[in-house]
């Protein structure tokens, strides 16, 4: 089970962290990944970090965005700086057993509630 939270409203060039708790499991134990839904628009990934240490961005957030683990927390976190109006989407963790991040919703069977980011220009 998961556990999402730290979304709430910014102005433009704020920052906020997202943090998704694993509860009941060990997310060491699984490649773990942020996506977000804005209104209208299909779910997409954001960011992701694998069984490897590995880690991947979006290209619409390179730079901005900065996905982590701790692992002695059981978290995993969603850095956001110098975000946009676009950025607003409710924002969902994810884990899978597959080693790789994937860009595919339907690789991911375990997920957290949602978390509203709003970012106001």
């Known amino acids: 089970q998961l556990q999402a939270s730290g979304g709430g409203l910014v102005q433009a060039g704020g920052s906020l962290r997202l943090s998704c708790v694993g509860a009941?499991?060990?997310?060491?134990?699984?490649?773990a990944a942020w996506f977000r839904r804005a209104p209208e628009k299909e779910r997409e990934l954001v960011a992701g970090s694998d069984l490897n240490d590995g880690t991947y961005v979006a290209d619409s957030v390179k730079g901005r965005f900065t996905v982590s683990r701790d692992n002695a927390m059981n978290t995993v976190y969603l850095d956001m700086k110098n975000m946009k109006p676009e950025d607003t989407a409710i924002y969902y963790c994810?884990?899978?057993?597959?080693?790789?991040?994937?860009?595919?919703?339907?690789?991911?069977?375990?997920w957290g509630q949602g978390t509203q980011v709003t970012v106001s220009s």
């Open positions: 009941g499991s060990t997310l060491s134990e699984y490649t």
């Open positions: 994810a884990a899978s057993s597959r080693a790789g991040v994937s860009r595919r919703v339907q690789s991911y069977p375990y």
